[in-house]
Each structure stands twice: as structure tokens, then as C-alpha cells.
């Protein structure tokens, strides 16, 4: 191997070239329309363009990366995650093509690719599987007799793919079809596959998964457990390594059963094993029961945490697999150290529902003492085309609690102007007392809303506060003027209060003309004035002596199809009308649906904001519409739905 073509982009394209750079080889990067200034593409020693912007048209064009591979005489393709990376077709369109597929062999990819196929693969092996329904008559009689045969409340998910796409919970009969259909949609825009099956819904689940390592010679290990029970619409937020909170023998039982499943299919290269616990249900030693999910074939975005508490370079043992050599360490050589944290830092709202968020990254800083995996900088784009996911920020320390406090430290250090993300959403998850109690669950937003979310304000026009500080510092703890004074010589760690109780956190750094002041991680002006406070409710402030005013631009909103008062329904983001629910003159209740707009790979469901009747509509399945175009208009004061 020479020559490697990363058939992906963003963070794990960087990622990729960085290790085999490491190793020697010359990298080429593949590029659409909407990346040709991308950082991976910078990166690269070659760069190849292969099509417009949507990723049906470049990034999933099987034939398109080959004919790359062609033209720049590469020998070898890193499919990296999401895209083509579990589709055995391009796995076996690589190796007829005489290069090599860095990742397991299609066989393995095809038997595991179909959750149902694959849980039935497992059953077979030994593996528990959640009850439910995974045949292949996939006709709407058949699938609403055994949902009601099954029983409330149950998940419908897609066999193909997986990050929570085509997956949604019901919870009465009366919620299933529409539940179902949605999930098909969004499965066949994803995967290209439309099939579901159905699971029992386990009503307190932990996500822990193991990573396993194989090569051509029957040798496999695995490298631990990670935790991805923090999730947002069945994606992840917040993974670590070790899992917290599990017994030393149900450690070991994981591991296990993660090597038998790799072995029952032959597998080889990296791959990682997902199960299901179920925290309400308990064995005779006192271990929650836990359930085969499924087995994703391919590199996790998670990777780094197990790199962290191992040491290995995963994707160095991908590259040597695929290249025909032995794993460089057999199972009793590879010990776990520390705890490791990474949390996803997306362009994202989530006081909007999770609302994707387009923009440019004014200013993008992030700490030299965390790891960060990015495929972005400053001044870089984020367009509807792709995944909102901008870096992941990644820490180490001797303990999980250490750990916890170093990934908090590590977000609250992070600076990304331009556009809203999740960062203080997320520095607020890492800081809650549950979590770092290791009190973790799938659950866990739902439970902990209130401390997590912003809660909508009464009065959206200006408020005084008398601003205070708090911090560790005696001197700095007389008042909020204290941390500001021009000659502060230590960081000083304090709170901005205002007087609903809304806290943001203050960094105060430096002294004299070096001095730097973030509210929230969004740097104060010298002048003290027209400050943007970064974070998800986009709140401007000014200060006047001792007094701050805030003025809030965006009051949360609970689901992101809540729309003005004024009745008119806009779109929050660029995107494509997937499906229109509602015809002029149709009565409607409030919070029924009224539109699905797809963006980001994902659904978003738009709700009316008040009972009315509708009275335009002005978009149509299959449009592609911009942020703030008129989608329909509402006139209130008319009961429907009924």
C-alpha cells in the first residue's frame, strides 16, 4: 500500500490523512462542490473533485470515488463512517477493482448490515435479542398485527444504517402508522432500504458498545466497552470509556460477547459491537440483562476515547489489517488506563428542538490541552448538505471524575462564533451532577430537562441584572468588578447571574492588555459593550457601571416546527419539503403536523402554533426551499383536528 484514497470528508477525513501521512503514505482527498476549500481537501497530498454539493451526487457515487482512485494511482480506499462505509456492494466494487478495501471484507458487511438478518445471525450464536419482530413481510397488515400482538410502547427501526435515522418510538396503537411511515421515509432516504422491524422498547436503556479488532488470520480481540447512552434523537452526544458503573464480570461477559459475535461471521478489521442494557431488569448476580443491537462495520466516531484509554492508533491497525499483517497485540498485551470523554460539538440549537444551523465560522478556537478532531476552521462554511457535526473534543484523565472536569473545562475553553451550536448545552450536560455521578441512561435529557434546557422567558424584551461573580478566589469573590480588574494576574472561573436566575459562565484570563473576558465562551469587547453571548438563546448585552442589560433573540422553542404568533409557518433552515400534511381551508389543532422538511440528513417535523385554519400554502413535496421562505400561512381561532 502507497497510495490511500479517503473516500469520506470532514473530521474523519483529516483524521485518516494524519495517520497515514504518519505511516508514509501519499493521501489523496475527494472533494463535491460545496468542499472544494475544505480542510481535508487542504490536507491532502491529491484532491479530486467528484461532483455537486448533495451527497447522492458525489460522496455516495461509488463509481465516481473509483474512477479518483484510477486517475491518481491509488492502491488502497479508507471508506472512514457514514457514507459508503457499511455497503458491501462498494466494499466488492474496491476489491474487484484489485485495491484494497481498508475495512472487514463484503461478506461480513452484507450479513451484518440488515439489523434483522444480523440479530438473527446473532441468535444463532448465542447472543440475547430484544423480543420483537425482524421478518421480512413488510406489509402494513402484517406489521400492525404484531405490533398489537407485541403491545405498548414499542420502537419501530430501520434494518439498513443506523445514527437513529428511520428509528421512532410508539406508545399507543393510535400513534403507530404514522410512526411507522415516518420511520420508512426517512430509512429509505438514508439507506435506500425502506424495511423496519419492530422491538420491544426498553423504558430505561443504557447504550454500551465494545470495539473489537480482527485480522486475516483468525485473530480477534476487543478493546473495551464505550458508553453512548447521552443521545438526542438517537444520536450520540457525550461517549466515554469505561463504561461507568458496571460490575467487573459483566465487563468481561461484553467482551466476550463481542468476540464471539466477530468470530460467528469471520471478521476482520475494526468493528464495533453495540448492546443494549436494560437498567429495569436485573440477572441473579445483579447485572442489568443486556441485548445484541447490532454491529456496526466500520470505525466508530467514538474511536477516540478507546485510543485514549488504550494508547493504540486505530486507524494505524486498520491500515496495517488491510495491508495483510497480524494485529500488532494479542488480547492479554492490551490494558485499559484512565477514563476518557468526547462530546460531539455540533451546529445545532438545542433549545430549538435540536434545530441544524447554517452559517460561517466567524472565529473557531478550541484548548491545546484537549484532543480535537475537526475537518473545519475558521471561516469555513456549514451548509445544509451535510452532517452538522463540526469537532469532536476529547479528553483524558486518571479518573472519570477528572475526566468529567477536563472535558467541562475543555467546552467552556472553546470559541465558535458565526453560527449556534451546542457547545454550553453540552459543558452543562458534562457538569451536571447525575452524569458525573455516572447516572447515565438514554433517558437522561428527558429526565434532567429543566437543569439542561433554558426555560422560555416570560418578558423576550430586556431585563436588568445586577451582575455578580463567584469563584474559587477570595479576592475575586467581593463582586463581579473584581475579575475585571485590569491588573488580574490568575484565571478566575465565575457566573454571570441575571435575575431569573439564568447563570452563564465567565472566564477571566490574563492581565493588563492581555486580558480576556468570555461570557459563555464568547469574547467581551474591550468597551465592555454590544457583547454577543454565544450559546443557544443568542443573547446581547450591554454594560452600564455595575448593571448589564440582556436582550434575548431566540426564546426556546420545544419543537422546531413552532412558528410566530402572526400564523405565518417559515422555514428555520434550508432544506427540501419532504411531505405536506395540510391543504388550504383544513382546520387544524394546535401542534398538529402541518410539513416534514428534510436538511441535514435528517426529518423535521413543522407543528401549528395555535388551532386555526390554514389559509395558503405555499410549497410543495420535493421543493427545495431557503431559511425564511414562506412555507404556509395560519388564521387562528378555529378549532380542528378533531
Request: aromatic share 6%; hydrophobic share 45%; proline share 6%.
Amino acid at each position: 500500500m502507497k497510495t490511500l484514497l479517503i473516500a469520506n470528508r470532514g473530521e474523519i477525513a483529516c483524521r485518516i490523512i494524519r495517520t497515514a501521512r504518519a505511516m508514509g503514505l501519499r493521501t489523496v482527498a475527494v472533494f463535491s462542490e460545496a468542499d472544494a476549500g475544505a480542510l481535508h481537501v487542504e490536507m491532502a497530498d491529491m484532491a479530486v473533485p467528484i461532483g455537486p454539493a448533495p451527497a447522492r451526487e458525489s460522496y455516495l457515487r461509488a463509481e465516481a470515488l473509483l474512477e479518483a482512485a484510477r486517475r491518481t494511482g491509488a492502491d488502497a480506499i479508507h471508506p472512514g463512517y457514514g457514507f459508503l462505509s457499511e455497503n458491501a456492494d462498494f466494499a466488492q466494487a474496491v476489491a474487484d477493482a484489485g485495491l484494497v478495501f481498508v475495512g472487514p471484507p463484503a461478506d461480513a458487511i452484507r450479513v451484518m448490515g440488515l439489523k434483522d438478518a444480523a440479530k438473527a445471525r446473532m441468535r444463532s450464536a448465542g447472543l440475547p435479542i430484544v423480543p420483537g419482530y425482524q421478518g421480512e413481510d413488510q406489509s402494513l397488515p402484517r406489521l400492525e398485527r404484531m405490533a398489537a400482538t407485541m403491545g405498548f410502547p414499542l420502537l419501530v427501526k430501520a434494518v439498513a444504517g443506523g445514527g437513529g435515522k428511520g428509528m421512532r418510538p410508539v406508545f399507543a396503537a393510535g400513534e403507530f402508522v404514522e410512526g411507522l411511515l415516518a420511520a420508512k421515509r426517512e430509512a429509505a432516504a438514508a439507506f435506500g432500504n425502506d424495511s423496519v422491524m419492530l422491538e420491544r422498547l426498553v423504558r430505561t436503556p443504557r447504550h454500551v458498545e465494545v470495539q473489537i479488532f480482527g485480522d486475516r488470520y483468525g485473530n480477534i480481540v476487543h478493546l473495551f466497552e464505550r458508553d453512548c447512552s447521552l443521545q438526542r434523537r438517537h444520536q450520540k452526544l457525550i461517549e466515554e470509556a469505561p463504561a461507568p458503573g458496571l460490575s467487573e464480570r459483566l465487563r468481561h461477559i461484553l467482551g466476550v460477547a463481542a468476540v464471539t459475535a466477530g468470530t460467528a461471521i469471520g471478521y476482520v478489521n475494526a468493528g464495533t459491537v453495540e448492546f443494549l442494557l436494560d437498567m429495569d431488569d436485573r440477572d441473579e448476580a445483579g447485572d442489568p440483562k443486556f441485548y445484541f443491537m447490532e454491529m456496526n462495520t466500520r470505525l466508530q466516531v467514538e474511536h477516540p476515547v478507546t485510543e485514549a484509554i488504550t494508547g493504540l492508533d486505530l486507524v494505524e491497525w486498520q491500515l496495517r489489517v488491510a495491508q495483510g499483517e497480524m494485529l500488532p497485540l494479542m488480547q492479554e498485551a492490551i490494558e485499559p488506563a484512565g477514563w476518557a470523554m468526547e462530546a460531539r460539538l455540533c451546529a445545532e440549537n438545542p433549545d430549538a428542538g435540536f434545530l441544524p444551523a447554517t452559517g460561517t465560522l466567524a472565529r473557531f478556537e478550541t484548548p491545546a490541552a484537549a484532543r480535537t478532531d475537526t475537518g473545519v476552521r475558521a471561516g469555513d462554511a456549514v451548509t445544509v448538505h451535510y452532517d452538522p457535526m463540526l469537532a469532536k473534543i476529547i479528553v483524558h484523565g486518571p479518573t472519570r471524575e477528572e475526566a468529567a472536569a477536563a472535558l467541562v473545562a475543555a467546552l467552556d475553553s472553546t470559541v465558535v462564533e458565526g453560527l449556534t451550536t451546542n457547545r454550553a448545552f453540552l459543558a452543562r450536560l458534562a457538569a451536571h451532577p447525575a452524569f458525573v455521578a455516572g447516572d447515565v441512561s438514554t433517558g437522561f435529557l428527558a429526565a434532567h430537562e429543566a437543569a439542561l434546557f433554558a426555560p422560555p422567558p416570560e418578558d423576550p424584551g430586556i431585563v436588568a441584572a445586577v451582575a455578580r461573580a463567584e469563584a474559587p478566589l477570595a479576592e475575586a469573590a467581593v463582586g463581579f468588578a473584581a475579575p475585571f480588574r485590569l491588573n488580574l494576574p490568575v484565571t478566575v472561573h465565575g457566573a454571570l447571574f441575571a435575575p431569573d436566575g439564568r447563570a452563564w459562565k465567565t472566564l477571566v484570563a490574563g492581565a493588563g492588555a492581555a486580558r480576556r473576558v468570555l461570557v459563555d465562551g464568547a469574547e467581551v469587547q474591550p468597551d465592555g459593550s454590544a457583547i454577543l453571548v454565544s450559546g443557544e438563546e443568542r443573547i446581547e448585552a450591554r454594560r452600564g457601571g455595575e448593571t448589564w442589560l440582556f436582550h434575548r433573540r431566540n426564546p426556546r422553542r420545544s419543537d422546531a416546527g413552532d412558528a410566530a404568533g402572526d400564523g405565518r409557518i417559515a422555514a428555520p433552515m434550508p432544506g427540501r419539503v419532504l411531505s405536506l400534511h395540510v391543504a388550504p381551508g383544513d382546520l387544524v389543532a394546535a401542534g398538529e403536523r402541518l410539513l416534514v422538511l428534510e436538511a441535514m440528513k435528517m426529518e423535521h417535523r413543522l407543528t401549528a402554533p395555535f388551532a386555526g385554519r390554514v389559509e395558503s400554502v405555499a410549497a410543495s413535496p420535493g421543493q427545495q426551499v431557503a431559511e425564511g421562505a414562506l412555507l404556509l400561512t395560519l388564521v387562528a381561532g378555529e378549532e380542528g383536528g378533531q
